[in-house]
């Protein structure tokens, strides 16, 4: 590539005292050419996390803020922020050394332009990275059909670089949306600004048991509130859009169903977990992995791998747990 953009990596920080040192150092130890400059801002924390950053010297700025949440943190950083770009990183994750030259190069590959890359990351635990499995899930859809696809599920992850004259178009994170990261997205796509994948994981998601992905209830609640939102917003939604939000709002949430699916095939209900599976697709069309996955379990012996594998990971995952009790 003949240049490269300059970046602002844009880092929310509360109570990160334990985790926002190798969230600095990865940020710092990028392989990038252009200048990266550093925005933490500390979101009310008391655990000294202000001073960690703090300790970086010059090479990190840091906003000390009441505590109002992840999106008026980010929604701050913005407005200190002088790159081109804007990369996130929360406190608590990682970015190898590759990341912002790969996000980057993805970026003008495409184009530039209205577009933004939405990154993979290996899950990382207490216990170290959990089983090679990536927070990049559903695959990115292709930009005819993204607009759609966006409604049905969040398919652009929290490890995203973007220009900072798309979010100050949109006005930067909803304050007060439990999903303003997906809220952003659609709001961003249904813009006219177009998703570019980059696939290779160069970073690490720190995955707990209190991570706010993990509070299923809340989650789906959240997700019913948001998609009622826009079907009500008075925005130029094409028929598709609108019936699906119909449709959509008269089901369930398909990352429910998906949950139930895997409680199924827990307790061996091949057959229930296959109808769940079904359903799932048929509000995710987007996804087809679900598909798959669900007409795979018509296959004798298949419902016994499915669930084989499915154990392996929650005895994974259990360890991980017991490792940072």
């Given at each position: 590539m003949d240049s490269y953009p300059s970046i602002t990596v844009v880092m929310p920080a509360f109570q990160s005292a334990r985790t926002i040192g190798g969230a600095l150092s990865g940020a710092l130890t990028q392989a990038y050419p252009a200048g990266v400059e550093i925005v933490v801002v500390d979101d009310g924390s008391t655990d000294g996390?202000?001073?960690v950053a703090r300790a970086h010297g010059d090479a990190v700025s840091v906003v000390r803020q009441t505590n109002a949440g992840t999106a008026s943190a980010r929604?701050?950083?913005?407005?200190?922020?002088?790159?081109?770009?804007?990369?996130?990183?929360?406190?608590?994750?990682v970015l190898l050394p590759p990341y912002l030259r790969a996000a980057v190069e993805a970026w003008q590959r495409a184009g530039?332009?209205?577009?933004?890359?939405?990154?993979?990351?290996?899950l990382l635990t207490q216990g170290g990275i959990a089983h090679g499995r990536t927070v990049m899930h559903p695959p990115v859809p292709a930009p005819s059909r993204?607009?759609?696809?966006?409604l049905e599920a969040n398919f652009v992850s929290g490890?995203?670089?973007?220009?900072?004259?798309?979010?100050?178009?949109?006005?930067?994170?909803?304050?007060?949306?439990?999903?303003?990261?997906?809220?952003?997205?659609?709001?961003?796509?249904?813009a006219g600004w177009e998703a570019v994948p980059q696939r290779v994981p160069h970073a690490l998601y720190r995955w707990s048991a209190t991570s706010k992905s993990t509070r299923v209830q809340d989650v789906y609640t959240a997700e019913d509130a948001l998609l009622r939102g826009v079907l009500e917003s008075g925005w130029d939604l094409r028929g598709p859009e609108r019936e699906y939000l119909q449709r959509r709002l008269q089901a369930r949430s398909p990352r429910l169903l998906v949950h139930e699916a895997e409680q199924a095939l827990r307790a061996a209900d091949v057959a229930g977990a296959r109808r769940l599976y079904a359903q799932a697709a048929a509000?995710?069309?987007?996804?087809?992995?679900?598909?798959?996955?669900?007409?795979?379990?018509?296959v004798p012996g298949l419902g016994a791998l499915w669930r084989r594998r499915l154990t392996?990971?929650?005895?994974?995952?259990?360890?991980?747990?017991?490792?940072?009790?």
């Open positions: 996390s202000a001073d929604n701050t950083a913005l407005s200190h922020a002088r790159g081109e770009l804007i990369a996130l990183c929360d406190a608590d994750d530039c332009g209205r577009r933004f890359v939405t990154c993979n990351a290996l993204q607009r759609l696809a966006i490890f995203t670089v973007m220009p900072a004259s798309m979010l100050r178009e949109l006005g930067g994170w909803a304050t007060g949306c439990y999903l303003e990261d997906w809220d952003l997205w659609i709001r961003a796509i249904h509000l995710s069309p987007s996804n087809r992995k679900l598909a798959l996955k669900g007409g795979s379990l018509a392996g990971i929650d005895a994974g995952l259990a360890r991980d747990t017991d490792v940072a009790r």
